[in-house]
């Protein structure tokens, strides 16, 4: 959950207090996540941490943390083939149709976790097939 997303704005101080948090290598109990300001500020032992005050603390029982993931190859301008064929995709549909496409293929990369994507799926986007 995206900190921006808790309350509408960024200028609360978070205590994010999951029952693990994964670093990319080890699994590690009772840390914590500091965010101050929109911005993470510390993440380690939660007895360990320097925690302002005020702070608002988001308890997640059961829940492990993790950083984000990183996507290698995405079309985020495209849909799947069984729906319409890659022809009409990139040389029939608009730019704008592409362009909310793609919006919406974003926005639910990054709720399900991704916070880098590399898209390849621009292919066709105003170049016509025999250039």
Do not use: C
């Not at 911005?39 to 939660?46: E, F, N, S, T």
């Not at 993790?66 to 995709?89: A, F, K, R, V």
């Not at 029939?92 to 994507?117: D, L, P, Y």
């Not at 390849?120 to 016509?128: A, F, H, I, K, V």
């Amino acid at each position: 959950m995206a900190i921006s997303r808790l309350n509408g704005q960024n200028a609360e101080n978070y205590l994010i207090v999951p029952a693990r948090i994964f670093d990319g290598q080890t699994i590690h109990e009772a840390w914590a996540v500091l965010v101050e300001k929109g911005k993470i500020k510390a993440v380690g032992p939660l007895a360990q941490l320097v925690i302002p005050n005020p702070v608002k603390r988001l308890n997640l029982p059961g829940t492990t943390l993790l950083p984000g993931l990183i996507e290698g190859h995405s079309h985020l301008l495209l849909h799947p083939y069984n729906e319409t064929s890659w022809n009409d995709q990139v040389l029939v549909e608009s730019e704008a149709e592409r362009v909310v496409r793609a919006t919406i293929h974003a926005r639910k990369t990054i709720e399900a976790g991704f916070t880098t994507v590399r898209d390849l799926g621009s292919e066709g986007q105003d170049t016509p097939m025999w250039v």
